[in-house]
C-alpha cells in the first residue's frame, strides 16, 4: 500500500538548480519523517536530510547546508529537496525515503522503512 515516487531528476550544467519531489501515498500514524539520500555511482548511498511530518523540521547533512533545502506540502503528501548551485559531484540517483518510529517492548524503533526507486541527477562541468 506504500508507495513512494521521486521526479524531477534531469541533465542540468554544473550552478544549476533542481527540484526533486517525492510523492507518497499510504501513509500512517508511525510515519514521522521523510528522508532524503544519494547514491553516487561506485559510492556507498550517503544521507542528505530529513523533514519531519507533524512540524516541518529539518536536518541537512552539513557539507550540502546552503545549497539545498528540504521542504513539504502536506495536502499534496509531498515532500521535496531543492538543490542550488549544483556540482557535478552531486550526480547520482536521489531517494526518498519514510522514517517509521514504532513501540515494541518499550523500545521506541526508528527506522527508513519504506523507499522510493529513485531518480537520476545528472551534473555536468
Known amino acids: 500500500q506504500v508507495q513512494l515516487v521521486e521526479s524531477g531528476g534531469g541533465l542540468v550544467q554544473a550552478g544549476g538548480s533542481l527540484r526533486l519531489s517525492c510523492a507518497a501515498s499510504?501513509?500512517?500514524?508511525?510515519?514521522?519523517?521523510m528522508g532524503w539520500f544519494r547514491q553516487a555511482p561506485g559510492k556507498e548511498r550517503e544521507f542528505v536530510g530529513t523533514i519531519t511530518w507533524s512540524g516541518g523540521s529539518t536536518y541537512l547533512t552539513d557539507f550540502l547546508k546552503g545549497r539545498f533545502t528540504i521542504s513539504r506540502d502536506i495536502a499534496k503528501n509531498t515532500v521535496y529537496l531543492q538543490m542550488n548551485s549544483l556540482k557535478p559531484e552531486d550526480t547520482g540517483v536521489y531517494y526518498c525515503?519514510?522514517?517509521?518510529?514504532?513501540?515494541?517492548?518499550?523500545?521506541?524503533?526508528?527506522?527508513?522503512?519504506?523507499w522510493g526507486q529513485g531518480t537520476q541527477v545528472t551534473v555536468s562541468s
Open positions: 525515503a519514510v522514517e517509521t518510529m514504532k513501540v515494541s517492548a518499550d523500545i521506541v524503533r526508528r527506522s527508513f522503512e519504506y
Open positions: 499510504g501513509r500512517t500514524s508511525d510515519w514521522h519523517a
